[in-house]
């Protein structure tokens, strides 16, 4: 995207930037950009954090509520022999 750009282009930018704001309000506007980083790092490092320790609980949880595989109880089989009859559902479009 910016492949093409050289030292002059740089230049150019600068000084319509410079034009545009004006010279006195460079230092506010750089002020409030390193303020808006600053506070971007700061609430992605308290969501990795958050992340990391909803993770560490979870996995704690889980290992905590999971019963041993050699305390598992047996299931029923099911019983062939019971074969009750289902009505067939009535389709309202026919008279019978």
């Known amino acids: 995207m910016f492949a093409?750009?050289?030292g002059w282009h740089?230049?150019?930018i600068l000084a319509v930037i410079l034009l545009l704001f004006g010279a006195a309000k460079l230092p506010a506007?750089?002020?409030s950009m390193g303020q808006s980083a600053r506070v971007?790092?700061?609430e992605m490092k308290a969501m990795k954090d958050d992340d990391a320790a909803?993770?560490?609980?979870?996995a704690?949880?889980?290992a905590s509520t999971q019963a041993p595989a050699t305390t598992a109880l047996p299931t029923a089989?099911?019983?062939v022999a019971d074969t009750t009859a289902v009505?067939?559902?009535h389709d309202a479009g026919t008279q019978r």
Request: hydrophobic letters at 40%; aromatic letters at 4%.
């Open 77 to 79: 089989a099911p019983n």
């Open 29 to 31: 506007l750089a002020k």
């Open 87 to 89: 009505n067939p559902p």
């Open 40 to 42: 971007f790092k700061g």
């Open 10 to 12: 740089l230049v150019i």
């Open 4 to 6: 093409g750009l050289n």
């Open 60 to 62: 704690a949880t889980t």
């Open 54 to 58: 909803t993770s560490a609980t979870d």
